[in-house]
């Protein structure tokens, strides 16, 4: 059997491991680290790099170089780079089309599937941007994890003789995002209770702030623009990093520039010590709002700091002394000491891959819907069917009618969110129910079934109780239907569609859409064609994982 893979996708840094004979490792990559970069370089030489060698790129070509694409994703923009338009998907495929060959470099085999890990809090559209990513690399997903469900899978993996029931809080800082969850462990069982985080909440925010008071000194100081220049701009990104790693074990951290061109013309040897006090007050704003999400947890999951057992920390951002300051303000507890910050996602990754495959026993985790799921009503309100919080994989189901007589047929609008309004939630997707039966209004009855799985993944169907007619999407988010995302969710399909048997005709049905996206692919589609096919490809996806379940 091929081994499974688990991938710690980060804004910042990346990591792959798996399970060897009940030993967790995180396999290094070509240059023999463990950590790999989640930098994409598109130098003029024509080779896409990835890791280490990008970010030295960054330097030398700043303007071909991305990072940070993971909060790219699920969005609309697209990065241009010699005259082609490229999504966020499919540059983050690099990163995975990487972790994938080192994996299979290390294990001297081909590698199909992986889980990888999201933020607590993603939502639906994003998570699929994961998925597409990890397509066009080649790599089915198996699951998708919440991280810090997955850093304390990890935890109780690393305790070999875990007794009894405890509380864990799970503080998550990674490089662009922020979660935390709180989670009933026993033995080898764990169970979310509540989660909450912000996925625009990370170490590359402190970064900037950092970053924007060089700036503002060097040109107080020196006359020297800093951001005119994007390679020196790049240059001092990259310092003011490690001066903040640096300041996690120092108390102070200089930064320097030497031979800068001064605005009032000549050299000028550019330098900035910052030490751990000033540090804190810039960071404070931010590790506070983390704070804030801690105590929210704690409540939503109806409980007191002092019903908290256990601290673990997750993310490299975890590692800034003022973290462990302001959460001993919270729990009274020092943090689990046998878990590597930067690692323990990607190792409960690696647990969850090996449980999916069969190959490790006893471990069983239930993870919680992060938001509420439902449908935009008449009038602009928002009626929820999934709760925030609702233990997965969950199917929920809820009644609805017409709101005019003679109504023949009705829009669902699929939304995500808190707010008692539609407008104050985020749109995930729509479908159309025609052929439903003429009646005054109020008297169709229409049934609207949301499933979701354990990955965080919706599907909603809707049918008209009376006609039998029905309808369903397995929800793309909005902006969906562009060439690029056809293609990755036809190779979803393909990639489930290998997984296991599947009817003759329904096979049929598969090839026969397969091959009409692949010839809309290759001519000028209008966006109503392509939304048809769209539609058909992902009944298909739905039908496939409701099989699976």
């Not at 130098?43 to 700043?62: I, M």
């Not at 998925?131 to 993996?157: D, F, H, K, M, Q």
């Not at 026993?186 to 912000?198: F, I, M, N, P, Y």
Request: net charge negative; charged share 30%.
């Amino acid at each position: 059997m091929r081994p499974i893979i688990g991938i710690d996708f980060g804004t910042t840094n990346s990591l792959v491991a798996w399970i060897d004979d009940g030993r967790p490792v995180v396999i290094p990559n070509d240059r023999g680290a463990r950590i790999t970069p989640s930098v994409v370089a598109f130098p003029r030489s024509g080779d896409v790099l990835v890791g280490e060698s990008a970010r030295n790129q960054a330097v030398v070509e700043p303007e071909r170089t991305v990072v940070a694409i993971k909060r790219m994703l699920g969005g609309a923009d697209r990065i241009t780079m010699d005259g082609k338009a490229m999504g966020p998907e499919e540059i983050a495929s690099h990163i995975f089309r990487k972790l994938k060959h080192d994996a299979e470099s290390y294990l001297g085999t081909e590698i199909r599937e992986a889980v990888i890990t999201v933020p607590a809090r993603y939502p639906d559209v994003k998570r699929r941007s994961i998925r597409e990513a990890s397509c066009i690399a080649g790599l089915a997903v198996r699951r998708l994890v919440n991280e810090p469900t997955a850093a304390a899978v990890a935890r109780a993996y690393l305790e070999r003789e875990p007794t009894g029931r405890k509380t864990l809080l799970v503080y998550d800082f990674g490089g662009g995002t922020f979660d935390v969850t709180v989670l009933a462990a026993e033995g080898r069982k764990c169970r979310v209770l509540s989660t909450a985080g912000d996925e625009w909440l990370g170490g590359i925010d402190i970064d900037a702030v950092l970053l924007s008071d060089v700036e503002a000194t060097f040109r107080s100081g020196h006359g020297i623009d800093i951001g005119a220049d994007r390679r020196l701009s790049q240059s001092l990104a990259d310092l003011v990093e490690r001066a903040k790693i640096e300041l996690s074990s120092r108390n102070r951290a200089a930064i320097s520039i030497p031979f800068a061109s001064s605005g009032h013309g000549g050299i000028a040897h550019l330098e900035y010590v910052v030490d751990r006090d000033r540090f804190e007050e810039m960071a404070s704003p931010f590790v506070d709002r983390t704070i804030a999400l801690v105590r929210q947890a704690i409540r939503d999951a109806g409980l007191s700091p002092a019903d908290i057992d256990s601290l673990v920390l997750s993310g490299g951002s975890s590692r800034i002394p003022l973290v462990a300051e302001r959460l001993a303000g919270v729990v009274d507890l020092k943090p689990e000491a046998r878990v590597n910050f930067e690692e323990i996602v990607a190792i409960g990754a690696a647990v969850e891959a090996a449980v999916s495959s069969g190959s490790l026993k006893g471990f069983f985790v239930s993870d919680v819907a992060t938001r509420s799921y439902g449908v935009e009503i008449d009038g602009g309100g928002f009626v929820p069917v999934v709760p925030r919080h609702e233990t997965l994989p969950t199917r929920h189901r809820k009644l609805f009618s017409t709101v005019a007589d003679g109504q023949e047929s009705v829009e669902i609008s699929i939304l995500q969110g808190e707010s008692s309004r539609a407008s104050g939630n985020e749109p995930l997707g729509r479908f159309m129910l025609t052929g439903i039966r003429k009646a005054k209004r109020g008297e169709p009855r229409i049934m609207v079934e949301f499933n979701i799985d354990e990955s965080d993944i919706l599907s909603v169907r809707a049918v008209d109780l009376d006609t039998g007619v029905r309808q369903g999407v397995v929800v793309a988010g909005e902006g969906s239907g562009t060439g690029d995302s056809l293609e990755a969710l036809a190779e979803r399909i393909r990639g489930l569609a290998a997984r296991g048997p599947v009817d003759g005709p329904f096979r049929e049905e598969i090839e026969e859409t397969l091959a009409e996206a692949d010839r809309l692919l290759e001519s000028s589609v209008d966006e109503l064609a392509t939304h048809d096919i769209r539609s058909a490809l992902e009944a298909i996806v739905g039908e496939l994982l409701a099989m699976e379940r």
